[in-house]
């Protein structure tokens, strides 16, 4: 069946530190593929999305490719601040599911430290 | 952006009773709203798809006697865990899509955490 696995964490990160989440997915079809985040306290939000191969999200220096060849959608940033830290959703949703079913990992926690 | 409450944001019960939480989507209307449960360090599980006006679609092994979900308007969905265990404790979590044509995305509550003592 379908299902979204991505590293476990935490994962901690020196401020400036690159950062990389690996997500890999199973799904029948050509799923869009999502990245949500999760501060503290509050609800998840989507971060960023690719709806088909080589597709490239991106939002708030965070970027992901859809590479349907490896079935990944890494997240990466360049230089992470403390206010990313955060638990991380990978998630995909088929496009031929009408019920607009969302299949999410297990999350990963990232700690940033000044 | 579109915001969606859940009240409350945790709560604490005895075995045995009854306990609802809510799910507001405060600045739009959503034809359709998501229940999820969370479980420490796992994935969001659907339990069910609820649309205004009609039967909740449970996913399988979610017991719909056991979890009633209510969606009376196109603003509000409740989940009523009822007869509460100790492995009911965990973390509950909506989601809500836009109505609007074409929209699929969906926007999330908060959570709540259910402690079943």
């Known amino acids: 069946g379908d299902s979204v696995t991505q590293m476990e964490g935490p994962v901690t990160l020196s401020e400036e530190a690159f950062l990389t989440i690996n997500c890999t997915y199973t799904?029948?079809?050509?799923?869009?593929l999502f990245w949500y985040v999760q501060y503290p306290g509050e609800g998840l939000q989507l971060l960023l999305k690719?709806?088909?191969?080589?597709d490239k999200g991106s939002n708030k220096g965070f970027e992901a490719t859809y590479r349907k060849e490896t079935t990944s959608f890494h997240l990466e940033k360049g230089s992470v601040q403390v206010s990313d830290s955060a638990v991380y959703f990978c998630?995909?949703?088929?496009?031929?599911?009408?019920?607009?079913?969302?299949?999410f990992g297990g999350g990963t926690r990232l700690m940033v430290k000044p | 952006g579109a915001v969606v409450s859940q009240h409350p944001s945790r709560v604490i019960c005895k075995s045995g009773t009854s306990v609802k939480i809510e799910c507001r989507s405060l600045?739009?209307?959503?034809?359709?709203m998501f229940w999820y449960r969370q479980f420490p360090k796992q994935s969001l599980m659907l339990m069910a798809t609820?649309?205004?006006?009609?039967?909740?679609?449970?996913e399988q092994g979610v017991e719909k006697d056991k979890f009633l979900i209510n969606h009376a308007s196109l603003t509000l969905s409740t989940l009523t865990v009822t007869s509460a265990h100790p492995e009911d404790s965990s973390f509950y979590i909506c989601?809500?899509?836009?109505?609007?044509?074409?929209?699929?995305?969906?926007?999330f509550g908060p959570g709540t955490r259910l402690t079943v003592l």
């Open positions: 989601s809500a899509r836009v109505r609007a044509s074409g929209s699929n995305e969906q926007f």
């Open positions: 799904a029948t079809g050509y799923p869009s």
């Open positions: 690719a709806t088909k191969a080589d």
């Open positions: 998630a995909h949703r088929s496009n031929n599911n009408a019920g607009n079913m969302l299949t």
């Open positions: 600045d739009f209307q959503a034809t359709t």
């Open positions: 609820s649309n205004e006006g009609s039967k909740a679609t449970y």
